[in-house]
């Protein structure tokens, strides 16, 4: 039986070899567009979601929150956030295109202490401060750097880079990036100078760090940002020691304390120190802006302004939105919300007297009116 006719040999083609496609460059967030991001930090209270819809309906297009209670030890066991809630949280932060999500840290958090139990208890809670943010999709994690006590500078620099290198370790961070906010200098807080700042930046180059200013802190530590020339001046400090491309997020805050105070009160904008003009030119500024050769896409505006009418927060988004001359553009507000809680109305309103109260009173009204005297108050004897 005849063999069968064998093919003839298929000669070798490299481009037959097996080639895995490449991995797709990732895409930068719709919120880095270049253009303005103005919010507000609103309230967690109910749930995470609802922050989300408070901004919304502010007329904000980026947010801050806190991811827990800013004056209490949260348990780590506790303080997790389940996947399913932080998973529809970053659903609808996508679907209402809020962008960037800041996260502020605990106050309580002292990563510049020496003693060690603080010190132990703050880089946790910055720990899990730091898992909370991952879980809910946050692009930046403000940190305050913290107080030294009777330490040198030197030393608190030195700790604070050390803390956040700690509480970092073994956790995947993603595409968050830690901020380091600048301090009024209150007390022994540190931070309030640029070149401390700097220091710390420099001993954590191999994280994703940068920074946050806060417009009141730098005028109570001194920096003058009412005038043209001040905030020029400021300017160019900042970007000599620190690198205005580092500075991802600033937040706008009105001073109730003068130039050089060292004390950190916040005031609606416009009504305190620094004044309007000084915060148009601050949103205006072009080393300041989020579009343009110099300016860095997605740097956020957030407000810190205090809130002690309803509607103060819809007011203070608004006006922000007027002096960077974007009045048309901004996302419309709805003027029935407020971050005012009811319960926060009810405490601040006049006390109001039990009914009981009101029917003694009346009831002494019509005595005084018939000319006879008011009733003797009855004297009850103590039990045994």
């Given at each position: 039986?005849?063999?069968?006719?064998?093919?003839a040999?298929?000669?070798?083609?490299?481009?037959?070899?097996?080639?895995?496609?490449?991995?797709?460059?990732?895409?930068?967030?719709?919120?880095?567009?270049?253009?303005?991001?103005?919010?507000?930090?609103?309230?967690?209270?109910?749930?995470?979601?609802?922050?989300?819809?408070?901004?919304?309906?502010?007329?904000?297009?980026t947010?801050?929150?806190?991811?827990?209670?800013?004056?209490?030890?949260?348990?780590?066991?506790?303080?997790?956030?389940a996947?399913?809630?932080?998973?529809?949280?970053?659903?609808?932060?996508?679907?209402?295109?809020?962008?960037?999500?800041?996260?502020?840290?605990?106050?309580?958090?002292?990563?510049?202490?020496?003693?060690?139990?603080?010190?132990?208890?703050?880089?946790?809670?910055?720990?899990?401060?730091?898992?909370?943010?991952?879980?809910?999709?946050?692009?930046?994690?403000?940190?305050?750097?913290?107080?030294?006590g009777?330490?040198?500078?030197?030393?608190?620099?030195?700790?604070?880079?050390?803390?956040?290198?700690?509480?970092?370790?073994?956790?995947?961070?993603?595409?968050?990036?830690?901020?380091?906010?600048?301090?009024?200098?209150?007390?022994?807080?540190?931070?309030?100078?640029?070149?401390e700042?700097?220091?710390m930046?420099?001993?954590?180059?191999?994280?994703?760090?940068?920074?946050?200013?806060?417009?009141?802190?730098?005028?109570?530590?001194?920096?003058?940002i009412?005038?043209?020339?001040?905030?020029?001046?400021?300017?160019?400090?900042?970007?000599?020691?620190?690198?205005?491309?580092?500075?991802?997020?600033?937040?706008?805050?009105?001073?109730?304390?003068?130039?050089?105070?060292?004390?950190?009160?916040?005031?609606?904008?416009g009504?305190?120190k620094?004044?309007?003009?000084?915060f148009?030119?601050?949103?205006?500024?072009?080393?300041?802006?989020?579009?343009?050769e110099?300016?860095?896409?997605?740097?956020?505006?957030?407000?810190?302004?205090?809130?002690?009418?309803?509607?103060?927060?819809?007011?203070?988004?608004?006006?922000?939105?007027?002096?960077?001359?974007l009045a048309?553009?901004?996302?419309?507000?709805?003027?029935?919300?407020?971050?005012?809680?009811?319960?926060?109305?009810?405490?601040?309103?006049?006390?109001?007297?039990?009914?009981?109260?009101?029917?003694?009173?009346?009831?002494?009204?019509?005595?005084?009116?018939?000319?006879?005297?008011?009733?003797?108050?009855?004297?009850?004897?103590?039990?045994?």
């Amino acid at each position: 039986m005849p063999e069968p006719p064998h093919p003839a040999e298929a000669a070798y083609d490299p481009a037959d070899e097996y080639r895995p496609e490449p991995e797709p460059e990732p895409t930068a967030p719709s919120w880095m567009d270049g253009s303005v991001r103005i919010g507000i930090h609103t309230s967690i209270a109910g749930s995470y979601i609802g922050a989300l819809e408070a901004a919304r309906k502010l007329g904000c297009n980026t947010l801050q929150i806190f991811t827990a209670s800013p004056r209490m030890w949260t348990r780590a066991a506790t303080g997790r956030i389940a996947g399913v809630d932080a998973q529809r949280f970053r659903e609808r932060r996508a679907e209402l295109g809020l962008g960037p999500l800041v996260v502020h840290d605990n106050y309580l958090i002292n990563l510049a202490a020496t003693q060690p139990m603080l010190k132990v208890r703050s880089v946790q809670t910055f720990h899990d401060e730091l898992v909370r943010a991952v879980a809910l999709g946050a692009d930046f994690l403000v940190a305050h750097p913290g107080a030294r006590g009777q330490a040198t500078i030197e030393q608190a620099v030195e700790g604070v880079a050390r803390g956040i290198r700690q509480a970092a370790r073994g956790t995947h961070l993603g595409e968050l990036r830690i901020l380091i906010e600048n301090t009024a200098g209150m007390g022994t807080s540190i931070g309030w100078r640029f070149e401390e700042i700097a220091a710390m930046l420099e001993r954590l180059d191999d994280l994703p760090v940068g920074v946050c200013l806060d417009t009141a802190h730098l005028f109570a530590a001194g920096y003058d940002i009412r005038s043209s020339e001040g905030l020029e001046t400021t300017i160019a400090r900042i970007d000599r020691t620190i690198g205005l491309h580092r500075v991802y997020v600033v937040h706008l805050n009105d001073s109730k304390t003068p130039l050089g105070s060292r004390v950190d009160r916040h005031e609606h904008i416009g009504k305190g120190k620094i004044g309007l003009e000084a915060f148009r030119r601050i949103l205006r500024h072009p080393r300041l802006a989020t579009a343009g050769e110099q300016g860095l896409p997605g740097r956020a505006f957030i407000l810190e302004t205090p809130i002690d009418r309803p509607g103060d927060d819809r007011r203070n988004v608004q006006t922000v939105w007027a002096l960077a001359g974007l009045a048309d553009m901004a996302p419309r507000a709805e003027k029935s919300l407020s971050m005012l809680h009811k319960a926060v109305r009810k405490k601040r309103s006049p006390r109001r007297p039990p009914k009981a109260d009101k029917r003694n009173l009346k009831r002494k009204i019509k005595r005084v009116r018939a000319g006879k005297k008011p009733e003797a108050q009855k004297q009850t004897r103590n039990r045994r």
